[in-house]
């Protein structure tokens, strides 16, 4: 088994045990005992993409931590929190709502290359600690900003007021057991009749779903409240859903339930990305025999007729390498036992 389970991650479920989900998948199939690591932690709050590497392809895991990823969240304006999301303690209150056009307005001052402050409680280290671990012993957790960068930032129109995106079951749709949904609050329940009316131009808004597209290291929780301060508010996330992660979307995602099901059939071969799949950015670069024998040797190829850059290097179907190409030499990256 070497490949990617894209999994879709359950509201409530941590990525680590999203890895735990997959190893009893594979034990209850009667599948061979594999590496399995996860390439990018979401919250238990967050759902939605969750790549899982197996066998071969968790050496490629690190890649998908330094890759860039699509978030949908909500913003609910009023509140912050200690922790900038529901799950955490209010630290202030505004009365100020911001209109549609304020929101629209304040969204270039967030696109391209900012500088952010990541959230207290975050696995950043402070003096070789977890900030969480600070954060909730009660201590103050003072934290660099860092740079990072926001490729796009846009509104759901569909979503931009009231009930928020779970105001339409089909958002979760293959994934919202009946149990998840009935732990939500109540402003996030399912409401019948579809999606909430439009925001209107000049009218206040509680809460607003924006669609984020950004860099590594990147903390919605902390575009969230800097949006909200921008407005002259405070606010926090309540809803957060990654849609994307590096070449890997909700199309590809499958449910825990569906996991199980093709696992115990024995057909999850069926759902399982090939190893290729995690590499999509990277031109792929034909081995004759003797050059695969070399690189698996972790020998210099001498010669090779190829652009600087990185390259996916196969022997027929079978991948070889991952190649760094300079000065027409290329280096084992990450070599495949395969």
Not at 163 to 177: D, I, K, V, Y
Request: aromatic share 4%.
């Amino acid at each position: 088994m070497n490949g990617w389970l894209i999994i879709d991650k359950p509201l409530g479920l941590g990525s680590t045990q999203g890895v735990s989900a997959v190893k009893r998948a594979l034990r209850e199939g009667g599948y061979a005992k594999a590496k399995v690591g996860h390439g990018g932690t979401l919250d238990p709050l967050a759902t939605g993409v969750l790549p899982i590497a197996l066998g071969e392809a968790t050496k490629l895991a690190g890649r998908m931590l330094d890759s860039d990823k699509v978030y949908d969240f909500t913003i609910r304006f009023g509140e912050q929190t200690d922790t900038l999301d529901r799950e955490g303690t209010v630290i202030a209150t505004s009365g100020v709502r911001p209109t549609l056009a304020a929101v629209e307005a304040v969204l270039a001052d967030f696109t391209g290359a900012i500088e952010q402050m990541p959230p207290a409680f975050s696995a950043l280290k402070v003096d070789g600690q977890r900030a969480y671990d600070l954060a909730r012993a009660g201590e103050e957790v003072v934290l660099a900003t860092r740079a990072v960068t926001v490729y796009s930032l846009t509104i759901l129109p569909e979503l931009a007021r009231g009930g928020g995106p779970l105001a339409s079951g089909e958002r979760w749709r293959g994934n919202a057991t009946d149990d998840l949904l009935a732990a939500l609050p109540l402003h996030h329940q399912p409401a019948a009749g579809g999606p909430p009316p439009q925001a209107k131009l000049g009218e206040d808004l509680d809460e607003i779903t924006l669609t984020a597209h950004v860099s590594k290291g990147t903390y919605i929780r902390s575009l969230a409240r800097d949006i909200a301060a921008a407005l002259g508010t405070v606010g926090h996330v309540t809803y957060l859903r990654r849609t994307k992660a590096g070449p890997f979307g909700l199309a590809q995602a499958i449910s825990l339930d569906k996991l199980s099901e093709v696992a115990k059939a024995r057909n999850l071969e069926q759902v399982l990305l090939p190893l290729r799949a995690g590499l999509d950015d990277i031109p792929a670069l034909p081995l004759t025999p003797d050059q695969a024998g070399a690189l698996r040797q972790g020998r210099v190829l001498d010669g090779i007729a190829a652009d600087d850059g990185q390259y996916f290097a196969c022997l027929h179907d079978v991948p070889v390498a991952l190649i760094e190409v300079q000065a027409r030499e290329g280096r084992v990256v990450r070599g495949f036992n395969l």
